[in-house]
């Protein structure tokens, strides 16, 4: 079941910030040059970034029931609002943002809804539905209309196994290249070969792989996996985010050990498909902080131009989710 697994993903990220708890940052993330700090402050002032990739939820009640296969006691933090990100996020000049449903309410995207209808300039989602639902290609175009520019599998091994043959995740594929939504993939680094097969078979179909793909996550990053994700820069229509760097490497600011990764990334994808996000609230637990997590991009990226920067602090998502 999707819910169990999500279930087990989420401990282990709770994990990873318990271990990570003791990490001193803020301050210690310096910038890269002031020539870069100028170009970067005038940009922001200019046209602002994306954060790409944010989970919000409120304080559970009546209104928003949790899916059964959670408890009150598995919503940790109590909350995270909009208002709550927001505070954090605009003072870095982030004036846009991916939403992405909370598995806490499993396919009942109600609230990520709400706070999309209250911001729409603001806000675009990607929501988590039922591909085995008869009206899976109805739903996902009624939730386009509400602001919905992607939808999210969990690709873990046993999903995955399940993907071939499935008519659910064929009309998901087919419908989303159709409505021009994109498939996100929250992927552990062993199913990238089937992913590449699913990028084969439909290659007019925009696809997000999630946090490097999780590459990185359980130790240190696997050659190989880098190898199978880059494989992937050959189909014009896959993307990556490069987000929740507290959970990977090190797993500690200013999480300059991703470079490389992100370098690799940048040389096999080009900027113009690589998107950053923090993965909020939990980039912003554990000693870390949402400063921090910009900042690699941001200023600590010598590897970088200035406009690939830009590509990935905000153009790319701009042209893969907000383009209406």
């Given at each position: 079941?999707?819910?169990?697994q999500?279930?087990?993903?989420?401990l282990?990220?709770?994990?990873?910030?318990?271990?990570?708890?003791?990490?001193v940052?803020?301050?210690?993330?310096?910038?890269?040059?002031?020539?870069?700090?100028?170009?970067?402050?005038?940009?922001?002032?200019?046209?602002?970034?994306?954060?790409?990739?944010?989970?919000?939820?409120?304080?559970?009640?009546?209104?928003?029931?949790?899916?059964?296969?959670?408890?009150?006691?598995?919503?940790?933090?109590?909350?995270?609002?909009?208002?709550?990100?927001?505070k954090i996020?605009?003072?870095?000049?982030v004036?846009?943002?991916?939403?992405?449903q909370?598995?806490?309410?499993?396919?009942?995207?109600?609230?990520?809804?709400?706070?999309?209808?209250?911001?729409?300039?603001?806000?675009?989602?990607?929501?988590?539905?039922?591909?085995?639902?008869?009206?899976?290609?109805?739903?996902?175009?009624?939730?386009?209309?509400?602001?919905?520019r992607?939808?999210?599998?969990?690709?873990?091994?046993?999903?995955?196994?399940?993907?071939?043959?499935?008519a659910?995740?064929?009309?998901?594929?087919?419908?989303?290249?159709?409505?021009?939504?994109?498939?996100?993939?929250?992927?552990?680094p062993?199913?990238?070969?089937?992913?590449?097969?699913?990028a084969?078979?439909?290659?007019?179909?925009?696809?997000?792989?999630?946090?490097?793909?999780?590459?990185?996550?359980?130790g240190?990053?696997?050659?190989?996996?880098?190898?199978?994700?880059?494989?992937?820069?050959?189909?014009?229509?896959?993307?990556?985010?490069?987000?929740?760097?507290?959970?990977?490497?090190?797993?500690?600011?200013?999480?300059?050990?991703?470079?490389?990764?992100?370098?690799?990334?940048?040389?096999?994808?080009?900027?113009?498909?690589?998107?950053?996000?923090?993965?909020?609230?939990?980039?912003?637990?554990?000693?870390?902080t949402?400063k921090?997590?910009?900042?690699?991009?941001?200023?600590?990226?010598?590897?970088?131009?200035?406009?690939?920067?830009?590509?990935?602090?905000?153009?790319?998502?701009d042209?893969?989710?907000?383009?209406?």
């Amino acid at each position: 079941m999707i819910h169990n697994q999500e279930h087990s993903d989420l401990l282990s990220r709770r994990n990873l910030l318990a271990a990570s708890g003791l990490a001193v940052i803020g301050h210690a993330v310096s910038p890269r040059s002031s020539a870069a700090e100028t170009m970067l402050t005038e940009f922001q002032q200019q046209a602002g970034h994306i954060d790409a990739h944010v989970h919000v939820w409120p304080t559970v009640t009546d209104q928003y029931p949790l899916d059964p296969a959670y408890t009150a006691a598995d919503v940790v933090p109590e909350s995270f609002t909009p208002e709550q990100l927001l505070k954090i996020a605009e003072p870095e000049f982030v004036r846009r943002v991916l939403l992405i449903q909370m598995s806490f309410f499993g396919f009942d995207n109600s609230y990520m809804l709400d706070c999309i209808k209250k911001r729409t300039k603001q806000f675009r989602g990607v929501a988590i539905i039922d591909h085995n639902a008869a009206d899976v290609a109805e739903k996902m175009t009624d939730l386009r209309d509400k602001g919905v520019r992607g939808f999210r599998l969990y690709a873990n091994a046993k999903n995955v196994s399940e993907w071939d043959g499935n008519a659910g995740i064929d009309t998901m594929f087919k419908t989303a290249a159709k409505n021009r939504q994109a498939i996100c993939l929250l992927s552990d680094p062993e199913v990238l070969p089937a992913i590449d097969g699913m990028a084969t078979k439909y290659p007019t179909t925009k696809i997000v792989i999630d946090h490097f793909s999780r590459i990185g996550m359980r130790g240190p990053v696997d050659k190989q996996d880098m190898d199978n994700l880059c494989k992937l820069n050959r189909f014009r229509k896959v993307f990556v985010k490069t987000s929740a760097f507290y959970a990977l490497g090190e797993k500690k600011a200013p999480y300059t050990d991703l470079l490389p990764m992100i370098k690799q990334l940048r040389d096999a994808f080009t900027a113009n498909r690589l998107m950053w996000g923090s993965d909020c609230p939990y980039q912003v637990q554990g000693g870390h902080t949402y400063k921090a997590s910009l900042s690699l991009i941001a200023t600590q990226a010598d590897i970088l131009s200035e406009l690939e920067v830009k590509a990935i602090l905000g153009r790319t998502a701009d042209e893969v989710f907000f383009q209406d």
